[in-house]
Nanobody, 114 residues
Framework: QVQLVESGGGLVQPGGSLRLSCAAS??????MGWYRQAPGKQREWVAT???????KYAAYVKDRFTISRDNAKNTVYLQMIGLKPDDTAVYYC??????????WGQGTQVTVSS
């Protein structure tokens, strides 16, 4: 089993910044990533980072969001800048174990509003 605990969400004004964190405990994980789900919409992929540090991003967040990880702390981060109202969503952390099982965090709310 892998447990994921997210933190760092909140209310921010348009153009502002937030940094999300997701700490993993339990089994070792390989890829870690972030997804988000806005009200009334399906969950969508935001970014993924491998254990080696290779990152990929959805087109709509590239150049605004940066994913990183600290393997020693089993923690993945999502630095978000230039936030827009459309970025309002619950952000979920996902980790894939070495056994290729996906685990999800409980989600953290990000609200971008003036």
């Amino acid at each position: 089993q892998v447990q994921l605990v997210e933190s760092g969400g909140g209310l921010v004004q348009p153009g502002g910044s937030l940094r999300l964190s997701c700490a993993a405990s339990g089994r070792s994980v390989n890829d870690m990533g972030w997804y988000r789900q806005a009200p009334g919409k399906q969950r969508e992929w935001v970014a993924t980072i491998t254990s080696g540090g290779s990152a990929k991003y959805a087109a709509y967040v590239k150049d605004r969001f940066t994913i990183s990880r600290d393997n020693a702390k089993n923690t993945v981060y999502l630095q978000m800048i230039g936030l827009k109202p459309d970025d309002t969503a619950v952000y979920y952390c996902k980790a894939t174990s070495r056994g290729l099982i996906d685990y999800w965090g409980q989600g953290t709310q990000v609200t971008v509003s003036s």
